[in-house]
């Protein structure tokens, strides 16, 4: 099935590949449909009633995932996308996010696949925004981690984005993190440091150490970034102070919470790491209300 323009036009301002998402959305309406069809659409439904679907909020939150929506309807049949908002825009419960017309039959077919997913990279976007509004003015930004769903990093990272946090790295090979299991294995923290930057020299070295005393062993090997895992507030602070002397990044990662991120980001931190972004979000409500007729 060929992505409509309106679809294509949105996956590129969303800046999504288009082919990644697409083979998604067909694998997820494989799924649903195992092989078989809608048996309760094709039985309930006439194959030439028109209708018209919109897409809503049952909560307020922040958006996102529309066009991978958009992606999902296409590959089932062909629709006209009448309207939508923008994926990373504060929606209201009531306020309708897509506006599709076409068969029903498309539209009920499509309907959990395209909710599944844009409920799920809203609920991203959602939570992601309430760590974001907490630390706002602080100077820190919220980052993601690799704890994702296989398969759907991608489009979990860009709800992150869509809530106004920034990327970790994508993949294992984008840079490199050293953390204590690394260090065990090759002796040390500053030789771990030296192993990946002999191996690897044009590679971004971000540490992870849990101790001051470890952030000036690393600092003075030359890190990048440094990860002070499971400081507490006096350590962070110190810990800062010495990467800022240097010039060296930090982040913040390990028991972080909501409700003391501001005070941790107060510390001067770059980053605040947290995997509860994408591993663990709720979802975001949203529904379909039909309405029939051309």
């Known amino acids: 099935m060929t992505l409509s323009p309106e679809t294509l036009a949105a996956l590129a301002e969303a800046d999504l590949d288009a082919a990644y998402v697409e083979a ?19 039985a309930t439904v006439p194959a030439d009633l028109l209708g018209t679907a919109s897409f809503s909020a049952r909560a307020a939150g922040t958006v996102a995932g529309i066009p991978v929506a958009m992606t999902v309807l296409d590959v089932v049949g062909e629709v006209e996308h009448l309207a939508h908002g923008a994926d ?12 599709v017309r076409g068969p ?12 599944n997913l844009l409920c799920h990279l809203s609920g991203i976007a959602t939570l992601t925004r309430s760590w974001v509004d907490v630390v706002a003015g602080t100077g820190a930004h919220i980052r993601d981690t690799r704890k994702t769903t296989p398969g759907l990093r991608l489009l979990e990272k860009y709800a992150v984005r869509c809530g106004g946090g920034v990327n970790h790295r994508m993949a294992l090979s984008d840079a490199a993190l050293v953390k204590d299991n690394h260090v065990v294995a090759a ?13 690897f020299p044009g590679v971004e070295v971000e540490v992870e150490c849990d101790t001051v005393a470890q952030v000036r062993e690393v600092v003075e090997a030359g890190a990048d970034l440094v990860l002070l895992d499971n400081m507490g ?13 240097a010039g060296v990044l930090t982040e913040a990662s390990g028991g972080l919470r909501l409700d003391t991120a501001r005070a941790v980001a107060e510390t001067g ?4 790491s947290v995997g509860a972004l994408t591993h663990s979000a709720p979802v975001l409500d949203l529904g379909v209300d039909l309405r029939l007729g051309s």
Do not use: K, M, Y
């Open 88 to 99: 990373g825009e504060p929606v209201e419960r009531g306020q309708s996010v897509l506006d």
């Open 269 to 272: 931190v770059d980053f605040l």
């Open 233 to 245: 507030l006096d350590d962070l602070r110190a810990a800062v102070e010495v990467c800022q002397a």
């Open 187 to 199: 002796g040390g923290v500053a030789r771990a440091f030296e192993a990946v930057r002999r191996e």
């Open 104 to 115: 029903v039959r498309t539209l009920l077919t499509a309907e959990r696949s395209a909710l």
């Open 24 to 42: 998604l959305a067909v694998s997820a309406v494989e799924e649903d449909l195992a092989g078989g069809v809608d048996v309760t659409s094709v």
